[in-house]
């Protein structure tokens, strides 16, 4: 029987993804935060949320709590999108980029590939394996 952890396997590779976004956007958005929140304050409060979402998601992910891992990647979707669309018609409200600003494009678009990512390896690995029958069950 194959190992079903979201954080094992290939989901390694995404936990340590969703971990080096997570420092990235937090510390990012800290700094905007701490230090110029009047410049764009929208903007710098996304930063830090999108960072807190992050963060939600590498340990949800990494310790297999799929519920929690639902909500994190799916806000985390919702928000990239949500974003990504504003950032790129209502540029007055972001006159400083967010992590989902135009879809993630100051991140190489990881923001916007991760949360598919990270839907599809948690329904993956929520599907129950086929069993084979067993042989007296066969007539």
């Known amino acids: 029987m194959s190992?079903?952890?979201t954080g094992s396997g290939p989901g390694r590779l995404?936990?340590?993804?969703?971990?080096?976004?997570?420092?990235?956007?937090?510390?990012?958005?800290?700094?905007q935060v701490a230090t110029k929140l009047d410049e764009?304050?929208?903007?710098?409060?996304l930063?830090?949320?999108?960072?807190?979402?992050?963060?939600?998601?590498?340990?949800?992910l990494a310790t297999d709590r799929r519920t929690l891992a639902w909500w994190a990647v799916s806000i985390e979707m919702l928000g990239v999108l949500t974003v990504g669309v504003l950032s790129l018609v209502d540029v007055g409200d972001f006159p400083d980029e967010t992590?989902?600003?135009?879809?993630?494009?100051?991140?190489?678009?990881?923001p916007l590939v991760l949360p598919f990512l990270g839907l599809v390896w948690l329904w993956r690995t929520g599907r129950t394996p086929a069993v084979p029958p067993a042989s007296d069950d066969l007539g």
Not at 99 to 110: K, L, R
């Open 3 to 5: 190992d079903r952890r």
């Open 14 to 31: 995404l936990v340590a993804v969703y971990g080096i976004l997570a420092l990235a956007a937090t510390a990012r958005g800290i700094y």
């Open 40 to 45: 764009a304050p929208l903007a710098y409060l």
């Open 47 to 60: 930063s830090l949320g999108a960072g807190l979402v992050y963060v939600v998601a590498t340990v949800a």
């Open 99 to 110: 992590v989902w600003s135009a879809f993630g494009q100051g991140y190489g678009y990881v």
